[in-house]
DNA sequence: GCATATAGTTCAGATTGAAAACTAATTCAT
DNA sequence: ATGAATTAGTTTTCAATCTGAACTATATGC
């Protein structure tokens, strides 16, 4: 559901199923059955609904409905009137006032957000601040602040808030909230006083990678509700990618898959910084598309600018070097495609920017690498601006709310 | 556990947890919690062994365990002698006379085995045949009469069989027991009549591919025991492949993932026969690399004999052409190492035979091109033998009946 | 106003594992 | 030998939880 590794093993944990997991279990799947009908805001499911929609009594839903409500995480959404005979339900719907925090670190910025349990955005700040360089305990202190005013907009409005996630642009260690490496921001082996951030909140704060959380906001908010296994490779100062499978997150052994960056694409192409050679990033990093365009140096959000204004132009150098990194685009995805067993991608980050120029060019590339295997409709550029590591980051902290219900305090 | 896909995505199951379904998972932990020591054949768990192994209570614990002896699943081995004092305790071990079937198709042979629950291979039959362009009803008829020799073996022995597993060399659907594709055998879309091959097995038999069992009983009896998470690499015809993580087969959305033959490894390489360019497959598939060491045409083993022989004679061309095949299974592994984050290689099928040779030149394209990724220690050569998917898919077979005791009847 | 229909609650019954008391079988010290 | 100590396994009681049936509550429609 959220970032977890989804690669278990262990056979036999050491922790048994007891009577009680069974309820655990059936808190999960209630709160599962409520929260789908979220998207459809007017037809609150009833506990009739959620008793059909999960195979469990009436009577049993009653008593696990009773217990979410009483832990806040439930609340009722008025009689529905459906014209029907006979006595009316009542509307569950997951507690408006409750929320988690999303937060975003990145270059040029930092954020944070307010997600109430319904999936709605209640607030919103930025910070823009050039963080390449900065120390971690400043970019955290500076984050720490942002926070504080989100969590006041939270008590303004009576969400009490649960948890939250963060989102870096780099290898993280879930479990440790550490940062292993985070190159543009020149990182390196960082454990983030992630305990700071919201003391108050009873799940904490979670710290996850930047195109993980990019590639699942699209799985939850974009284009995942066509595709449930797909590639997301996310345009940023390097190529960071994400893996949607059955519409999960794979994370790998240690939560470090997606880096579709670094697959090779050319064994002669140049040098890599990761110590390789012929990586995508070195085709399709904003660097090698400004070099190859032949944009000046500058700000990146400028020479974005401009690339952009080109390629509008039709200038062909800038047509050209786009149409190059959509085609080692869509070499890389070829070869994920075939060992992953996927059949669609989504472009995002400053892809996004380049969409109409660079999805035909990723097409062509697939069809000359693996014919057959991703059919050009399922080639996708997102539609998520730069919030998408916001929203994927509380959609994860969300989804483990979700996950372990029982683990909150029942007065709530 | 065994092949099914891993990738399951929905939270919400439609079937409900009730009360029994503890028994059924606390059934499968102590299973497990039995199985985990098959392979130290003298010091079988007792009941309290398993009730602290499982954390389960000792009364809980005996209730299972008899239940699971009811279903002649387990066995008592006779009293442990520890010479420690106290009351000796009675070892449990899964029973020896209940058993799975692991078949395998292959371009030049089929065969089956026999595997107890214990895990010892007690029957084992091969039947040389070249089946590329024979029908599949002809040698599912072939197999169906080795099967029932086996069968026969079986019921000699007085062990009865639960299920069976067969594995082919081409694109699978478990679930319809339908062949997509299997190029070297030359069919298409075929519907195989499994339920013909077990008739009395109440679990039926599954259909798998060939390198996903080879990969599988790699982990199972091979280097498994060493690494989680690998790339497991079968040199057939074609290149094939397997990946593993965390202990478990990755199958992919729709079974069919750990095609690494088809990673492009050269953009502006040969064309190959999956109508791409640049495969692995067009530089370490069995034509490349005797073409490459100028072994001329002739059968398949003779070819190989031929070229072991002249790399054991230090002939340069040979040499070279298998360090040339290493070298792009280095590349193809140093992008699948950065895309799912693993961190081994494991070399299978005819890249055994070469392996001194070719295993060295896999480390150097693994340090040319993810250097720090995968170490030198973590390329491994397989030992397993031409049984290696036959072995993968009665495991496969067995843990599937070891996942799901409570379908049994209970008078076995 | 009354039959009908649907929502939700209450209560007895069954399944299950935990905990504790109990029985069984062995070693060790005297 | 004999009894204390120790460990294995069983029996009994209890609490948690779901199911199913009976019941109450609230609506529509004739």
Not at 126 to 136: A, D, F, I, M, W
Not at 347 to 368: C, D, K, Q, S
Request: with cysteine; net charge negative; proline share 5%.
């Amino acid at each position: 559901m959220s970032l977890e590794k989804n690669a278990d093993g262990g056979a036999a944990r050491p922790v048994p199923a007891r009577v009680e997991d069974v309820r655990r279990g059936n808190l999960v799947r209630v709160l599962a059955a409520i929260a789908q009908a979220r998207t459809d805001p007017q037809r609150h499911p009833t506990r009739a609904d959620v008793a059909s929609l999960t195979g469990l009594t009436k009577a049993s839903v009653s008593s696990l409905v009773a217990e979410l409500a009483d832990s806040g995480l439930v609340m009722e959404s008025g009689a529905t009137r459906d014209g029907e005979r006979g006595r009316p339900g009542v509307g569950l719907k997951l507690s408006t006032n409750r929320g988690v925090v999303g937060m975003e670190i990145n270059v040029d910025y930092i954020s944070a957000g307010l997600l109430d349990l319904g999936g709605t955005l209640r607030a919103d700040k930025t910070l823009e601040c050039g963080n390449r360089g900065r120390s971690p305990e400043s970019v955290m202190a500076l984050l720490a602040g942002l926070v504080s005013e989100v969590a006041s907009d939270a008590a303004a409005a009576g969400i009490e808030i649960l948890g939250g996630g963060l989102a870096v642009p780099g290898l993280v260690e879930t479990a440790s909230g550490t940062v292993s490496s985070a190159p543009n921001l020149q990182w390196h082996n960082v454990a983030l006083g992630l305990g700071g951030l919201l003391p108050d909140a009873p799940l904490g704060t979670a710290l996850y990678n930047e195109a993980n959380c990019a590639a699942l906001a699209e799985l939850w908010y974009g284009h995942g509700l066509d595709f449930r296994d797909y590639l997301f490779v996310s345009g940023e100062v390097g190529v960071g990618g994400g893996l949607v499978i059955g519409s999960r997150l794979f994370a790998g052994p240690h939560g470090q898959a997606g880096e579709v960056g670094h697959v090779v694409v050319d064994p002669s192409g140049p040098d890599c910084s990761c110590g390789g050679r012929g990586c995508l990033e070195t085709f399709a990093g904003q660097e090698a598309i400004f070099a190859e365009a032949g944009i000046p140096a500058g700000t990146a959000s400028a020479r974005l600018e401009q690339l952009e204004e080109r390629l509008g132009a039709g200038n062909t150098a800038a047509t050209s070097a786009v149409a190059r990194a959509g085609r080692y685009l869509g070499i890389a995805a070829a070869s994920t495609a075939r060992l992953m067993d996927l059949s669609a991608v989504v472009l995002g980050g400053h892809f996004t920017r380049m969409g109409p120029w660079i999805a035909p060019a990723v097409v062509r590339g697939l069809a000359e690498y693996a014919p057959g295997l991703v059919s050009p409709g399922r080639v996708a550029v997102s539609e998520l601006g730069q919030s998408a590591a916001l929203l994927g980051a509380a959609g994860s902290a969300l989804r483990s709310v979700l996950a372990a219900p029982y683990s909150l305090a029942p007065a709530g």
